[in-house]
């Protein structure tokens, strides 16, 4: 793994993690909008980051977009763990 | 109506003399600031209000077990 790639593993797991919290939070409190805000921030841009991996890096997903590719990605490239 | 505790089958599950439950209140706590991305990922947490790390509480708190 580059440090590109590294460092937008990282901020997708920061991303990660506050949307898991804030989901937890919004379960018991769903009409703070202060949250919602919040949420709704990350959510997007840990969306457009699963794109940008998926095009230079290869799906995080099976779930990724496939559209642009005869193959089938996901298991075309090493495993995570294989790194 | 059959007695619950009677019914064949049914585990008693607690034994004579067990202590009662506990009602726990737990008053909803409105949040006002969040950690940024980094720092939450760092702390576990988003919220700052429960990061509260030993030495916090005050100089007698106690983690002896």
Redesign the interface.
């Given at each position: 793994m580059n440090e590109e790639q590294t460092r937008l593993m990282l901020r997708l797991q920061q991303l990660g993690l506050t949307m898991d919290d804030l989901r937890e939070y919004l379960d018991t409190h769903p009409d703070d909008s202060f949250a919602i805000e919040r949420f709704n921030m990350s959510a997007q841009e840990y969306r457009q980051l699963l794109e940008q991996l998926a095009e230079d890096y290869g799906p995080l997903s099976w779930t990724c977009d496939n559209s642009e590719s005869d193959n089938w990605l996901w298991a075309g490239q090493a495993f995570p763990w294989t790194y | 109506m059959r007695d619950f505790c009677t019914a064949s089958g049914a585990a008693n599950p607690c034994p004579e003399g067990c202590l009662s439950v506990g009602y726990t209140f737990t008053p909803?706590q409105?949040?006002?600031r969040?950690?940024d991305?980094?720092s939450?990922?760092i702390s576990?947490?988003?919220?700052p209000d429960l990061v509260i790390p030993k030495g916090r509480y005050g100089p007698k708190e106690s983690f002896a077990v």
């Amino acid at each position: 793994m580059n440090e590109e790639q590294t460092r937008l593993m990282l901020r997708l797991q920061q991303l990660g993690l506050t949307m898991d919290d804030l989901r937890e939070y919004l379960d018991t409190h769903p009409d703070d909008s202060f949250a919602i805000e919040r949420f709704n921030m990350s959510a997007q841009e840990y969306r457009q980051l699963l794109e940008q991996l998926a095009e230079d890096y290869g799906p995080l997903s099976w779930t990724c977009d496939n559209s642009e590719s005869d193959n089938w990605l996901w298991a075309g490239q090493a495993f995570p763990w294989t790194y | 109506m059959r007695d619950f505790c009677t019914a064949s089958g049914a585990a008693n599950p607690c034994p004579e003399g067990c202590l009662s439950v506990g009602y726990t209140f737990t008053p909803p706590q409105c949040v006002e600031r969040f950690y940024d991305y980094e720092s939450a990922l760092i702390s576990g947490t988003v919220f700052p209000d429960l990061v509260i790390p030993k030495g916090r509480y005050g100089p007698k708190e106690s983690f002896a077990v």
